[in-house]
Every structure is written in structure tokens, then in C-alpha cells.
């Protein structure tokens, strides 16, 4: 079964607008890691967070992760039509070797 | 450069058929993966190899066979296609197990009819 869920399915915004994207997940992790993709491409690594860490920031991106909830979250502040896109979280689990994927947002920022 | 290729990125075939996509990762990783995208945009792993040895096999039905002739390359060879596995399907490459950052291929589009 999926590792992850994500919340919302899909997100609607205006440029300028931050927006704000959620992870569950189900077992022990070694980190948590956030993918973009574009549609009909491959998928684009964004930043990674280790168990140990609480929150970690790259650019405009700004990520959470509490251990005891079993949740992440991904804030992209000052959004552009650029970025839209489908952002999925991905789970590396302790003594795995493997990238246990979520079901994805699909994020639309209008002009 | 193209740090992780794949080869064809379209592939319409006929079911019973059997078909091979190739990737091939220039940077040097020792970790490469097979993932399956539904429709949904569900994103499974198929398999995972390092250093050309298989370490994961989730589940994957014995028509799917991966071949890694060296720890550059990890190719899937499908066997009598079935229009569920209608699909695209990414290979993509990490430095070493234990996972840090992937690098995905620009992915293939298998449609079976």
C-alpha cells in the first residue's frame, strides 16, 4: 500500500499566493524527501529532511516534519505560474532501500 | 548531459507482446530503481539494484525481469504484456543504498492494446 498521503489532492492559487502541502506517512524514517514533477516529465528531487530535523528551508522553499505525528509539510511561499506542478513526498524508511512515495498534489498557480 | 536516460520514452504495443526498455545513469551511482506510474499518478517501486545485485523485488509479477549488465545500466524486459501494465515507468539512480536523493529518467509510456 501507498506510504504517504497528501493533503490536498490538488491546490488552486494565484501567483504571489504561498502554498502550503501535507504528508502523512505510517512507519519509522530514516529522512523524508519532497519531488516536483511536471507534467509529462520525470520526477525533480527538492528537498530532503532528515528524522532528526525539524524544519529546513531552500529558497522559497520551506519544509516541517514532526516524527511524532508522522507528518511533513511543504510551503512554497511567493508562488509562480512556474511552479506548477505535481509535488509528491517520499519516505526512506530505516534498513530500507527504497523510496515509498505519496499520492502526490497536483498544484495549479494561475497568473 | 542526460544524467539518467531511458529508452524509448513512447512504446504502443500490442498485448501478448514482449517489449524491453533501457536506462543507462551517468553519475556514477551504485543504486538504480524501477517505479511504475498508474494513471493516478501512483508512483510504486518495481525494483532496486546495487553494484548490478538485485535488492528489492516488490511483488512484481515474473513477466517483469530487470537485467543491470553493469551499475550503469538497468534495463526491464516485459514479457507477454498485459493491458494493465498500461503505464509509465521511470528508472531512476541514488550514490549508494540507503537512500538519499534520486535522480529520475524522463520516464516511458507504455500503452498496451
Known amino acids: 500500500s501507498q506510504q504517504g498521503e497528501e493533503d490536498p489532492q490538488a491546490l488552486s492559487i494565484q501567483e504571489g499566493e504561498n502554498a502550503t502541502m501535507n504528508c502523512s506517512y505510517k512507519?519509522?524514517?530514516?529522512?523524508l524527501q519532497w519531488y516536483r514533477q511536471n507534467s509529462g516529465r520525470g520526477l525533480v528531487h527538492l528537498i530532503l529532511?532528515?528524522?532528526?530535523?525539524r524544519e529546513k528551508h531552500s529558497g522559497r522553499l520551506r519544509v516541517t516534519l514532526d516524527t511524532s505525528k508522522k507528518s511533513s509539510s511543504l510551503l512554497i511561499t511567493a508562488s509562480r505560474a512556474a511552479d506548477t506542478a505535481s509535488y509528491f513526498c517520499?519516505?526512506?524508511?530505516?534498513?530500507?532501500?527504497?523510496?515509498?512515495f505519496g499520492t502526490g498534489t497536483r498544484l495549479l498557480v494561475s497568473p | 548531459d542526460t544524467a539518467v536516460s531511458q529508452t524509448p520514452k513512447y512504446l504502443v504495443t500490442q498485448m501478448g507482446n514482449d517489449k524491453s526498455i533501457k536506462c543507462e545513469q551517468n553519475l556514477g551511482h551504485d543504486t538504480m530503481y524501477w517505479y511504475k506510474q498508474d494513471s493516478k499518478k501512483f508512483l510504486k517501486i518495481m525494483f532496486s539494484y546495487n553494484n548490478k545485485e538485485l535488492i528489492i523485488n516488490e511483488t512484481v509479477p515474473n513477466r517483469f525481469s530487470p537485467k543491470s549488465p553493469d551499475k550503469a545500466h538497468l534495463n526491464l524486459h516485459i514479457n507477454s504484456l498485459e493491458l494493465g501494465d498500461s503505464a509509465v515507468y521511470f528508472c531512476a539512480s541514488s550514490p549508494r543504498v540507503g537512500v538519499t536523493e534520486a535522480f529520475f529518467g524522463q520516464g516511458t509510456r507504455l500503452t498496451v492494446v
Open positions: 512507519t519509522s524514517i530514516n529522512n
Open positions: 517520499a519516505t526512506a524508511n530505516t534498513g530500507f532501500q527504497k523510496l515509498v
Open positions: 529532511i532528515r528524522s532528526n530535523e
